[in-house]
């Protein structure tokens, strides 16, 4: 018998960091909840980093995830921009890794590619198909259904991200292996 596997998907930003959680049993989905966590513009950048610390924090400790998806970074032509969506991102992936929380990473193009069927979709085709394969999401912002467009992938590529999450376990020294062997147990 199948098990509901609760799979939070996270857009890094450092303005704007979407989340958004689905349940999967099998290869139906399911929305659960949705959001932004921001923040301030104004203050020095380790404020902002620990702003949205906090906030991934509550998020993950409010919510239970399973498993989480991660947008990979893109290069662009600003390198200073990149850098700090880096920065961002790193959060993201910290904070459930120190909850013991397997982790995955997703490319924008894959992200795209899995949920609209084209890997240079635009915002508006992406929230549309999240808006079809999720119709009781509510989301207000592009972030948030960023999100569970991520949360969307990993929900249908998890089985191939299982062998590197296995090698992440062997590699894993600290209080979360135990719960990262635990979560891939549940999914054979």
Not at 49 to 58: A, D, F, Q
């Amino acid at each position: 018998m199948t098990t509901d596997v609760r799979i939070l998907g996270i857009d890094p930003g450092l303005r704007r960091t979407g989340w958004g959680l689905i349940a999967t049993k099998g290869t139906k989905l399911a929305y659960l909840a949705c959001g932004v966590v921001t923040s301030d513009g104004d203050l020095p950048l380790a404020l902002r980093l620990r702003e949205l610390h906090e906030g991934i924090t509550r998020v993950v400790g409010d919510h239970t995830p399973d498993e989480v998806a991660v947008e990979e970074t893109f290069v662009n032509k600003d390198a200073q921009a990149t850098l700090k969506l880096g920065h961002a991102r790193a959060v993201a992936l910290l904070v459930p890794a120190l909850a013991g929380l397997p982790v995955s990473e997703y490319a924008a193009n894959l992200v795209k590619k899995t949920v609209c069927g084209s890997g240079h979709a635009e915002k508006v085709q992406i929230q549309a198909m999240v808006r079809f394969l999720l119709p009781k999401a509510e989301f207000k912002v592009a972030d948030a259904a960023d999100a569970l467009a991520i949360a969307i992938t990993h929900a249908n590529h998890r089985g191939a991200h299982s062998l590197k999450r296995l090698h992440a376990v062997d590699a894993a020294q600290g209080p979360g292996a135990a719960r990262i062997a635990a979560a891939l147990a549940r999914q054979a």
